[in-house]
Structures are given as C-alpha cells and as structure tokens.
C-alpha cells in the first residue's frame, strides 16, 4: 500500500469544470470542508460556510448532482453537495474504488491538498487520469503506508460516525431494525449518501479483513 500527497491549483480545478462551485462557496465564507465519499471523477462533500450559498446559481450548475442545505447554525450554514466533475473522464471512478480514498482534502483559496491512498497501479491511474484530462496536480511526496493499527482507524471520520450509528440504531441485526432512511434522519444527511459511506466503510473494512 503506498500513499501520494498531491496539490491541485486553483486553475486546475478550472481545467476540471467544477471552478464556479468553488468560486460559489468562497463568497459564501468557507469555513470548513469535508469529503464525505469519493467518486474518482466526482464526490460528495460537506461544506460550512458563513452565510448561505447561492443557492439559484448552485442549481443552475448542470454537474452538481444534488445539494442539500443541511443545517443552520448560529453563525454558519452546513451543505452536503453531489457533483461530477465534467472535465474529468469517467474511467476515473473504476480507478477510484481500488483506493482507501482520499483523504483529509484540505481546501483555501489556492486550491486543494489531499492524500491518495492504495496500491501502486492506481494512484499511478489516478495521476495519470488527471494528466489526460489537462489537469497537472503537484505530487510531493510518495512512499509506503504503514496503514491503521486498528480496523476501524482504516475509515474515514464520517465512514466511521455512519457506520457505528448505523450498528447502534439496529441496523446490523437480523432482520433490521431500522432502515438507511433512518439512520439519515437521525445524522441529518440524505439516505443516498448513507448507503455510500456503508458501502466504502463495509468494503474497507472487508478489504482490511480478507
């Protein structure tokens, strides 16, 4: 297993078609940003921001698969945002699932710095996905990854929060207690993006056991 740390310029996410939703969420005040689920050419993130988004111009991006103001807070607005990079070429998400993920992007008006994690072959996929499509990202640094001491260290934070409420509220046992739908309720996210973190969780989880 080994892990590339890469930087994205700001103009690099111009050349992936998705500059205009970033440029939406800094005159909103960006203040936090979470990967929630990585799609390879897409994700599905989590932003908080200072006031809310423009929420007409956030619709009127055709790649912007669904957002959902989640909620308000005292002095910022949280938003789960789906969307599909148009610039970058599908074959970027096959690619994706042979990885842990990406993981911790960190996000400021420079651009983006993220971690990606996996056997050789596909992080050389990935860079190599991006470099077709125009996009250069920085690698800086490549080498092994000792990996997570523990199973569930090897998820996300949010794959982590999913999948231990999901175990919690019955959803593990036989027959269910309760469904997707409500373990989205009770953590205030859409059901579809519930069933993705169980999905990667499980498959990280069984990759780490098989």
Known sequence: MREAEISITDGELAAMGIEELFSIASEAGLLAFEELACRG???VVQIEVETRCDEDALAGLDYVDQYNHVTERVDSHVYVISFTAPDLPASLE???DELIGTCDPEIDEHG????????????????????????SPTLHRIGGYDGPEYLLDGLTSRQREVIETAWEMGYYEVPKEVSAGDVATELGLETSTVNEHLQRAERNLLKQIL
């Open 94 to 96: 096959a690619t994706a």
């Open 112 to 135: 983006a710095t993220m971690s990606l994690v996996g056997p050789h072959e596909a992080i050389s996929d990935q860079l190599g996905g991006y470099e077709d499509a125009g996009v």
């Open 41 to 43: 050419n897409g994700a």
